[in-house]
């Protein structure tokens, strides 16, 4: 009985809210990556949202005050059946999901409320779901793990206040030793297959060269791009009677016998590098066998200590913790939480982990899937850090080459998708691989030219240039056919005026959509510019375009 009475209140506040606003369903939903009959169902009292951040970016749009909001809420858990006080307790850092994160709005027609007054009413709302979450995901709940993730094509649409794109999120692995860089645009670089493991670094005990290393640090130097040094490979002096790693060098998945011998290397290596490595990854897939078979806790005392080698010599480097990978498979979260309830995330700046299709052939929307289920793992262990995508799989090698229209189109969607899971955590993404020429799908091979892959994803850079993200949607959610998806940005013409651009691409098959109000422009990956006119419609189909407004 007070749940429906609260679907009425929920419903006649919105009302008010979306008529005062003079707003149309369909400008409302377009501003939240939101459909408009969806809209409609909550206006009436047909639906009622499942998270309160959607309705706090609804009440924002139309120029709610702080005490709407008050009131929002408390019609919210009582048409929820949440009006209960929540228990429980979550480890300090805020969650990245756009339920736990609501944002200003943009463009709003209205006059807004006062800012101070709306921060401390959201910063209460914030808490009060948060600690919410935490009871309903504790550790203890098997049955939030057996919730499926959604599929391509069923992620949730977000919007918020619009954020810098950083070029380093476009990174690329180095798998080259030459000091060669791309001749395509990237941001940042990761060294790994480089020869800078552990074993090459230091051959004998206190016997280093770092001639390779220094090579590479001193190229990305001179192109400006930031470098993240990755632990791995422990040299057979160390460790002699263990397991040997993936290498001919030598080198062994397992911890050094004495860890004395990581700390000095950790610490020459920090000295050595200076400011020129900008961040370390403390381990290399670290819950697959061929790389590390030690057992969690030392490789958490591992973490601690380096960690507190590197932050005393270089305090504005950023310590990333040993990446996961598999993370479509439980045994993989089960790894995750073992090594968070050790404490292991607590020396760390941000969280290693592998996203990656399943299937090399897979669309890449669907590492969302496991987009999700890290962050759900992650709120189960208390711990919410930025999210770096350090790599692939262990078997990518293994796949036939993809043809090189499917190469071009995956690759630029990778970092497409990557963004789109911004507001789950995801905060940098590092292909895999630069250099090497035997993997499925080629950026560019040393000593050649950028494949069509390698020229795309340099274009989608040169797109995204000092872009500002605003949201992501797809399918009916965001007023879009089911198979496609869509990324706003806020983005410099050359008078340094922000205009809208939106970049659109399906994840299998085609779908005809119109431009919408103000579109210019569509821009291709090849490099073309197609000229639109009002009431144009626009075939949108694997390969992503940009449409400019004015």
């Known amino acids: 009985m007070a749940e429906a009475e609260g679907v009425r209140e929920l419903a006649a506040a919105l009302a008010a809210l979306k008529g005062r606003s003079g707003l149309s369903y369909q400008e409302l939903g377009r501003r939240l990556f939101t459909s408009r009959s969806t809209l409609h169902r909550y206006c009436t009292g047909r639906a009622v949202p499942g998270d309160y951040g959607l309705l706090v970016r609804i009440a924002e749009e139309c120029g709610a005050g702080p005490e709407e909001l008050n009131d929002l809420l408390r019609h919210w858990r009582t048409a929820t059946g949440r009006d209960q006080a929540p228990t429980g307790s979550l480890k300090a850092g805020g969650s990245n999901s756009p339920a736990h994160s609501p944002s200003p709005a943009i463009d709003s027609p209205k006059p807004r409320p006062n800012a101070s007054a709306v921060r401390l009413v959201l910063a209460a709302i914030v808490a009060l ?150 961040a370390y990854e403390l381990w290399v897939m670290a819950n697959h066998p061929h790389h590390y078979n030690g057992s969690v806790r030392t490789l958490v005392e591992m973490t601690r200590r380096a960690s507190a080698a590197i932050q005393a010599a270089d305090p504005d480097a950023t310590v990333v913790c040993p990446s996961v990978t598999g993370l479509w498979d439980q045994k993989a979260h089960e790894y ?73 189109d995956h690759a630029v969607r990778f970092y497409l998708t990557g963004l789109y899971a911004r507001n789950h955590g995801v905060a940098r993404l590092y292909f895999y691989a630069w250099g090497n020429g035997k993997l499925p799908l080629v950026l560019q091979a040393e000593g050649q030219p950028p494949t069509k892959a390698g020229r795309f994803v340099g274009r989608l850079q040169q797109w995204l240039s000092d872009a500002r993200l605003r949201g992501c949607g797809n399918g009916p959610q965001a007023s879009l056919p089911d198979n496609v998806w869509e990324c706003e940005f806020r983005v410099p013409d050359t008078d340094g005026r922000l205009r809208t651009a939106r970049a659109r691409w399906t994840h299998t098959g085609t779908a005809e959509v119109p431009n919408g109000p103000g579109a210019k422009r569509v821009h291709r990956l090849d490099g073309s510019v197609q000229q639109v006119r009002p009431g144009d419609v626009q075939l949108v189909t694997e390969r992503p375009v940009l449409i400019e407004y004015g």
Not at 191 to 207: H, I, V
Not at 216 to 237: H, S
């Open 129 to 278: 779901f948060v600690l919410s979450g935490a009871a309903a995901s504790s550790p203890g709940d098997a049955g939030a793990e057996r919730t499926p993730a959604p599929a391509a094509g069923a992620a949730a649409s977000w919007a918020e206040a619009p954020k810098a794109v950083e070029p380093e999120v476009f990174g690329v692995t180095m798998n080259s030793s030459s000091g060669a860089m791309p001749s395509f645009r990237v941001g940042s670089l990761r060294l790994w297959d480089s020869e800078t493991r552990w074993a090459q670094l230091e051959p004998k005990q206190g016997k280093y060269d770092w001639s390779t290393l220094d090579r590479l640090l001193n190229a990305a130097e001179r192109e400006g791009l930031p470098t993240l040094f990755v632990f791995g490979g422990t040299p057979a002096w160390a460790a002699p009677d263990a397991r040997k790693a993936a290498y001919p060098d030598g080198s062994r998945a397992a911890p050094p016998d004495d860890l004395a011998d990581w700390d000095t290397f950790v610490r020459a290596l920090v000295r050595h590098a200076g400011d020129r490595i900008d």
């Open 336 to 408: 995750l939480l073992r090594f968070a309830e050790a404490g292991g995330y607590q020396y760390c700046d941000a969280a290693g982990v592998k996203l990656y299709q399943r299937h090399v052939t897979d669309p890449p929307e669907t590492m969302l899937d496991t987009v999700l289920r890290i962050e759900r793992t992650f709120h189960r262990a208390g711990y919410h850090l930025p999210v770096w995508s350090t790599g692939t799989t262990q078997s990518l090698p293994l796949n036939d080459p993809l043809d090189e229209d499917m190469a071009a």
